[in-house]
C-alpha cells in the first residue's frame, strides 16, 4: 500500500473524482463536505489536494478562474487497488 492510501480523506477525494470525472475544487470540497456532514478547513483540504496532485494521483487545470481536478491513471489504478483490497478483507 501506497503513502497516499493513509488519509481517508485523499481516498474520499479520489472517490468523488472517479465518480465524476472531473470537479471544480470547491464543488469537491462541498462534496466531501456532504459527505463528512462538517465543514473542513479550507486551508487542510487544499493542502490535501495538492498532495494529490504533487504525487501524481489528481490532475489539476485552469479553467477560467477555477481548478478543475481530475483523477489521473495512476490515481484511478491506486484506488481500484484500494478497493479490491478492501473487499478481500471484507469478504474474509
Excluded: N
Excluded at 489521473?72 to 474474509?92: I, N, P, S
Aim: some cysteine; aromatic content about 8%.
Amino acid at each position: 500500500m501506497t503513502r497516499w492510501h493513509q488519509s481517508g480523506t485523499r481516498r474520499d477525494m479520489c472517490i468523488l473524482l472517479a465518480e465524476a470525472g472531473e470537479l471544480r475544487g470547491q464543488k469537491l470540497k462541498t462534496r466531501l463536505e456532504s459527505h463528512y456532514d462538517k465543514q473542513l478547513d479550507p486551508k487542510r483540504y487544499y493542502a490535501t489536494l495538492d498532495r494529490l496532485v504533487e504525487s501524481g494521483h489528481v490532475e489539476k487545470r485552469v479553467e477560467g478562474l477555477y481548478d478543475v481536478f481530475s483523477l489521473t491513471d495512476v490515481g484511478e489504478a491506486r484506488l481500484r487497488e484500494q478497493f479490491e483490497w478492501m473487499r478481500e478483507k471484507v469478504e474474509e
